[in-house]
């Protein structure tokens, strides 16, 4: 493919945020103020990355047509009536005065009512949630909504990006998401343990025209009926999980470990964090749904069966407590036994103190503005090249492929698509 085939970036692109929390309203602000020349839109790979093509180290937009930041119009549903200034000074990510140059526009954002079962979140209990409906019904009012939206707008395209909390973990069934016909027969039969309100949003997006993103560890289209509905409406999808603090760390050190050949006998992963996001995780359900997900990581990158002398039955254990004088300001704790030369043992202590919303928001943007991009270029279903940006990169396990979790290597597939759409050989 050459870069003639993506069709160009022309008109408004929106982007849906479902949620309207600390990471959309981190995310929006920053957007609006780097609009403004206010701010730099540090840990974006769209924005600041650039690759070697030639002689040359180009922008991403010098060798795609990427959409620009000034084109951005945004929307998004949320469980809270509160439009995106009182969230974003309600999330305390961001000070007063990295808000308030754009309050007018971030009031102009308010939240459409949420697809929302509290079932899945029990935590939460706000009052902008659409009427009680089946799971068909909740799908088709999403539909509406983006209609709506697509109207009231003037966009030319819309990206819908899963911000929101995360539910109670759906574990993938055999039955209802194996087919698009099995998965449509139980959301018009209401099956509300097996339909998550986030698949209603997915496959909204989906018939709407609109390429789809899940932020969270939901499964929400991690299933094959989704991957179906993805082949026959033509969008791509990517997830699960954005890949900040601690996860972004173990993707990047475990490689070194490997690299080295030194052996792992455990990795204990500890996390605190005071803000809604942990406080939802802390109900046992929701955190079982993160766990897998965070789990995932190592198991690719550090083998066992590949090398059973250095990786077979390390022990692997993640936990998140929530604690709320935190907020926002997470804090991780990694111990990492290892094991060298003649099996002596060593240990590797890392304290990341990050901020949640502050990685979370540059990742978000990227998945936008690449789904965007990966839809022009006629690219659907699973973009395996967005991995570098999710904690459990989306893979078709029904055939054994392995997800690619070693960040380097992440970096390289996400490198040779862009390289690739644009018609332009990667430089060996
Ligand atoms: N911050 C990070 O570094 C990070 C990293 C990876 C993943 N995530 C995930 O991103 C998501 C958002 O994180 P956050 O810190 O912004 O959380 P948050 O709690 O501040 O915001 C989430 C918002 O989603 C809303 N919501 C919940 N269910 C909804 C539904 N069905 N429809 C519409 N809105 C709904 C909630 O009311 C809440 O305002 C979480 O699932 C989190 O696990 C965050």
Request: hydrophobic share 40%; charged share 25%; glycine share 6%.
């Amino acid at each position: 493919m050459t870069a003639t085939n993506i069709r160009p970036a022309e008109g408004k692109l929106g982007i849906l945020t479902v949620g309207l929390g600390a990471v959309s309203t981190t995310f929006i602000t920053g957007v609006l103020m780097a609009r403004k020349g206010l701010a730099k839109p540090i840990g974006s790979m769209t924005q600041m990355d650039r690759i070697r093509v030639g002689e040359e180290a180009l922008p991403y937009d010098c060798i795609v047509p990427m959409a620009h930041l000034d084109d951005i119009v945004f929307g998004a549903w949320d469980v809270y009536p509160a439009n995106a200034l009182q969230s974003a000074l309600y999330a305390e990510v961001l000070n007063e005065k990295d808000i308030m140059p754009v309050r007018d526009e971030l009031e102009q954002i308010r939240p459409m009512t949420a697809a929302f079962d509290r079932n899945y979140a029990k935590r939460l209990d706000g009052t902008n949630v659409k009427p009680e409906m089946t799971r068909w019904e909740m799908m088709q009012a999403i539909r509406k909504d983006i209609q709506d939206f697509r109207r009231a707008t003037g966009v030319h395209r819309i990206v819908v990006a899963w911000a929101a909390s995360t539910e109670i973990y759906v574990k993938p069934d055999d039955c209802v998401h194996a087919t698009l016909a099995a998965l449509e027969a139980a959301m018009k039969a209401d099956d509300r343990e097996r339909i998550a309100p986030s698949m209603c949003y997915a496959m909204a997006a989906m018939l709407e025209g609109c390429p789809f993103i899940m932020g969270a560890p939901n499964t929400t289209v991690d299933i094959p009926a989704m991957w179906e509905l993805a082949e026959k409406t033509r969008q791509p999808i990517a997830g699960k999980d954005f890949k900040t603090g601690q996860t972004l760390v173990k993707s990047g050190f475990a490689p070194m470990l490997r690299t080295r050949c030194l052996g792992l006998r455990g990795w204990f992963s500890t996390n605190i964090l005071g803000n809604r996001d942990g406080l939802v995780l802390d109900d046992p359900q929701n955190f079982h749904t993160k766990e897998v997900s965070k789990l995932s990581t190592l198991e690719t990158i550090l083998d066992g069966e590949e090398y059973p002398e250095l990786y077979e039955d390390y022990y692997h254990k993640v936990r998140i407590n929530y604690y709320p004088p935190r907020g926002d300001a997470k804090e991780s704790w990694d111990n990492i036994d290892i094991f060298g030369w003649m099996n002596y043992p060593m240990q590797v202590k890392i304290n990341f103190l990050c901020r949640d919303s502050i990685l979370a928001a540059p990742v978000l943007l990227d998945l936008c503005l690449l789904s965007d991009l990966a839809a022009r270029a006629g690219r659907y279903g699973i973009q395996r090249f967005l991995s570098f940006f999710l904690k459990a990169p989306m893979h078709d396990y029904r055939t054994g492929e392995r997800p690619v979790n070693d960040l380097y290597e992440q970096y390289a597939m996400l490198k040779d698509a862009l390289l690739e759409m644009s018609g332009y050989q990667r430089r060996k």
